[in-house]
C-alpha cells in the first residue's frame, strides 16, 4: 500500500471518529438541554404554585384584617350611639319635671341612704329640696325602717342634678351623671337591644 492511501484512510477514520464524537457529543447535549428544560418548567411550576399558594394567604389575611377593621368601626359606631343615648337620658334627667324630679330623688334616697345623711345640692337646686321634700324622704326612710334624720348641708356643689349625701366626712355621690355612669354597665345590653334590634 502506498502512503497516500494510508494518510487517507487514517484521516477518513479520523473524519468517522470525530463525526460520531460530535454527534454523540451533541446527542448528550440535546439530553442535558431537554433535562434542564424539564428542570426550569418544574421549578417555574413549584415557584408559581408558591406564588399562588402566598397570594391565597395573603388575601386571605387582607380579608380578616379588613373584616376585623369593618367590625371595629361598627363596634365604634355602635358605642358612640350608646354614649350618645346616655348623654340623652342625662339632659332628660335633668329636664324632669318637678314633681318627677323629687319622686326620682326619694326612691334614689330610699335605696342609698341610711338615714342621718345631710345633702349637698346645687344652690340652683337648693329649691327644689324644701322642709316639704324632707319631711316625705325622713317618713319614707322610716317606713323601711331606717333612721329619718336626713337634712340638708350648708355647703353647695355644682352638681349637674342630684344631690351628694354626706355623713361623718364620707360622701355618697347621687348626682344623675354618676347614677348613669354606675347604671350605665347593667342598662347597655337593654338599651342596645332598642337602637340595634
Known amino acids: 500500500m502506498n502512503i497516500d492511501a494510508i494518510l487517507e484512510r487514517i484521516a477518513k477514520d479520523a473524519r468517522q471518529h470525530a463525526a460520531?464524537?460530535?454527534?454523540?457529543?451533541?446527542?448528550?447535549?440535546?439530553?442535558?438541554?431537554?433535562?434542564?428544560?424539564?428542570?426550569?418548567?418544574?421549578?417555574?411550576?413549584?415557584?408559581?404554585?408558591?406564588?399562588?399558594?402566598?397570594?391565597?394567604?395573603?388575601?386571605?389575611?387582607?380579608?380578616?384584617?379588613?373584616?376585623?377593621?369593618?367590625?371595629?368601626?361598627?363596634?365604634?359606631?355602635?358605642?358612640?350611639l350608646l354614649d350618645e343615648a346616655f348623654a340623652g337620658a342625662l339632659v332628660r334627667l335633668r329636664a324632669m319635671p318637678p314633681e318627677q324630679a323629687t319622686a326620682f330623688h326619694l326612691a334614689l334616697?330610699?335605696?342609698?341612704?341610711?338615714?342621718?345623711?345631710?345633702?349637698?345640692?346645687?344652690?340652683?337646686?337648693?329649691?327644689?329640696?324644701?322642709?316639704?321634700?324632707?319631711?316625705?324622704?325622713?317618713?319614707?326612710?322610716?317606713d323601711a325602717g331606717k333612721r329619718g334624720h336626713l337634712h340638708l348641708s350648708e355647703k353647695h356643689r355644682p352638681t349637674g342634678g342630684g344631690f351628694i349625701l354626706e355623713r361623718g366626712g364620707m360622701e355618697i355621690n347621687c348626682t344623675y351623671e354618676s347614677v348613669l355612669r354606675t347604671r350605665r354597665p347593667a342598662l347597655e345590653a337593654d338599651v342596645a337591644a332598642v337602637l340595634f334590634g
Open 109 to 142: 334616697l330610699q335605696e342609698t341612704a341610711q338615714g342621718d345623711e345631710s345633702l349637698i345640692v346645687s344652690q340652683e337646686d337648693a329649691p327644689r329640696f324644701d322642709a316639704a321634700f324632707f319631711d316625705r324622704a325622713n317618713a319614707a326612710l322610716q
Open 20 to 80: 460520531q464524537t460530535l454527534s454523540a457529543a451533541r446527542e448528550k447535549a440535546d439530553q442535558l438541554g431537554e433535562q434542564a428544560q424539564a428542570d426550569i418548567d418544574r421549578a417555574r411550576a413549584a415557584a408559581l404554585r408558591e406564588a399562588e399558594d402566598e397570594a391565597a394567604a395573603l388575601r386571605d389575611r387582607m380579608l380578616r384584617m379588613a373584616a376585623l377593621d369593618e367590625r371595629k368601626d361598627a363596634l365604634a359606631a355602635k358605642r358612640a
